[in-house]
């Protein structure tokens, strides 16, 4: 006797299993797409926002965390304060940039424990690279009068600092005052 199977059947279980084996395709799909949604009770942590430029002088906390008598009157001022990675070797940076008067500069050198004179002509201690750096959109001019100088911070308890301060002398009236202190 022939064979009376209908050749239709042989050809619906391959079928069939393709079928199948795009659905799970697809809902695999759809669950690896969904996770970030937070969907199916997956969580997605957000990356951690990068620190921003604040205007203004910093708060009085900070100011004495990182040591820095900011001359009263200062303007244009912008800061930027980066955490230490947690380990104990690291410590907390504060870029700080404000315009200031002569006498404000003196001041400011002053709570440092140096002078106007301690400043080394055309020598910009903190300079461009370091403020790309950490992504600040300030310019330290090139065609100005730069001086700079490196201070140790006075010690607090156990933990001693240092300051890179740069300044603009370009406006003989206004110094433009960049720093980098780290504690």
């Known amino acids: 006797m022939a064979d009376m199977t209908r050749p239709e059947r042989e050809r619906r279980l ?17 669950a690896i797409l969904a996770a970030p949604l937070g969907l199916y009770g997956f969580k997605v942590e957000a990356l951690p926002k990068a620190p921003q430029e604040k205007h203004g002088v910093p708060g009085a906390a900070l100011r004495k965390t990182f040591r820095l008598a900011v001359p ?3 303007r244009q001022a912008a800061y930027l304060v980066v955490p230490g ?32 004179g301690d400043l080394a ?9 370091d403020i790309d ?24 308890g156990d933990t001693a600092g240092s300051a890179l301060l740069t ?3 370009s406006e003989a009236a206004a110094p433009l005052v960049y720093v980098h202190v780290t504690v």
């Open 133 to 156: 750096s950490v992504g600040l959109p300030w310019r330290i001019g090139t065609g100005g009068h730069l001086a700079g100088l490196y201070a140790d911070l006075p010690e607090r």
């Open 85 to 116: 990675d947690g380990s104990a070797d690291s410590g907390q940076d504060l870029y700080l940039r404000f315009r200031t008067t002569p006498a404000g500069l003196e001041k400011f050198l002053a709570a440092l424990d140096k002078a106007t």
């Open 121 to 129: 002509a055309g020598n910009a201690v903190l300079d461009q690279d």
């Open 167 to 169: 300044v603009d002398e």
């Open 72 to 74: 009263a009157g200062a």
């Open 14 to 30: 391959p079928v069939a299993l393709l079928v199948v084996a795009c659905g799970v395709f697809l809902a695999a799909a759809g």
